[in-house]
């Protein structure tokens, strides 16, 4: 697919046996974002990991193996830690920052840039973590929370990673991000991972698929939720809300559990499931086109959401409220500037790496203080550079341009044309997932 579309920035890796490669690595020429959270680094893990080095010949070094969410990707991948680095992943102090809440962290590279494998890991390469701009924090929660959404899949997913020793797969997980209602609430359970017992309960789900603007329901899905992140849940009337929330399906050997992972909203209103709607179209559509920014018109949007309403009215049971009068569609739609942005009747999607461009050019303000405008010519000037494959002097002479040069005008444009080609690159990951067979099983716990 890379080949195919004339892309840039892979390394392949190869065997010495295979022909073909085994896989690839992408090096991060931006600002590499991550998010951690006690929820989302829950299953961290270090293990000894012996590497030969002559025949018969070992050392034994750590492996630390934390799972976090890659802004840059969308996705919940691995970062790996290698030797005394390791010793960060069980530490009191990085539980300590964990059990605050969202933390995010910029990895800034030493001699060699970060890179991420085709195996759904991250290689620092001594990079270190650095507490990102604080402007950054909430953007990247609603972005996370409104517009990373996991689907089902058979298989290896986009969104399947694994924890390991040298010669064996220890723990296969793969993550889920979707909507989901409760049935029941069960008996507390305790499961064990990686040696860690977690307390949980047992919790029977619905959970909602969508394809081509419609909604399939899926019954019977038996999980187990964490007994620390289930607290607020129990304060509600849970026939009467929905879950935002993450689920990992984990297997080691013969054990099998889904467990719920992360509740990012629990939804009690017409507002709460049209915003997360919302993100749920603009994730599939923008992902499943080549174009950098342009996801679809408004009416289209306005159009398909009324539908998925429609049909969720008659599977979700939401209180009534006294706002349910009020246009919710365009409310949420501005809630999640300044990632979606409509111009007239074009809706705009501004891929997170576009926010480690602005940090660059020393414009963190349009993050802070809402310009559509502003983003909505960044975004165009993305568009533009698309439709012309790249030639660099019609997008040197766009007086759009001139807002976005921070001091050298030629080096911003240059960096413009690497983020589109970046952009075409991290879709055509999501799109090499995008045609396996849908598939939500109810596993056993």
Known sequence: MIQAKGLYGVEEIQDEVLVDPIGFRIPFKEPT????????????????????????????THLGMVPVYLVNLNVITVLKFWGDDSSLVVSK???DELDKGDVLFELRPSVRPVQYSSMNFVLQFGAKMYAAPMQLL????????????????????????????????????????SLFTIRSIGNTKQIYVQGRSIEC???????????????????????????????????????????????????????????LSNILEIGESLFDLTSSLIG???????????????????????????????????????????????DHFGLALRSLYPFIIVEGEKVLFAHPI?????????????????????????????????????????????PRMNRFKAGNKKESMYELLSINNRIALYKSLHQSFSDDESAWTSSPS
Request: aromatic share 12%; net charge neutral.
């Open 201 to 259: 309960k047992e919790i029977d789900l619905v959970g909602f698929a969508f394809e081509d603007d419609n909604v399939r329901e899926v019954k019977g899905i038996r999980s187990v939720v964490p007994v620390d992140i289930i607290t607020e849940l129990e304060k509600k009337d849970v026939r009467r809300c929905f879950l935002n929330a993450m689920m990992t399906e984990l297997r080691s050997g013969t054990w099998r559990a889904n467990l």
């Open 280 to 326: 749920i179209q603009v994730d599939m559509l923008y992902h499943e086109s080549d174009r950098p920014a342009y996801v679809c018109t408004m009416g289209e949007l306005r159009k398909s959401t009324t539908q998925l309403l429609k049909q969720l009215f008659g599977l979700i049971d939401l209180p009534s409220t006294i706002s349910d009068s009020v």
């Open 138 to 177: 909430e953007p990247f929660q609603r972005y996370y929370g409104f517009l990373f959404w996991a689907y089902p899949g058979k298989g290896y997913t986009f969104s399947s990673h694994f924890l390991h020793r040298r010669t064996q797969i220890t723990t296969f997980m793969k993550v889920t991000k």
């Open 33 to 60: 974002f991550i998010m951690l959270s006690h929820p989302i680094c829950r299953l961290r893990s270090k293990v000894p990991y012996p590497k030969q080095i002559e025949w018969e010949r070992f050392f034994v």
């Open 354 to 398: 576009i926010l480690g461009f602005l940090v660059q050019q020393g414009m963190l303000g349009l993050v802070t203080h809402r310009d559509d405008k502003a983003m909505a010519d960044l975004l165009n000037l993305l568009e533009k550079i698309h439709d012309l494959h790249g030639s660099p002097m019609q997008i040197y002479i766009d």
């Open 93 to 95: 102090p990085f539980q």
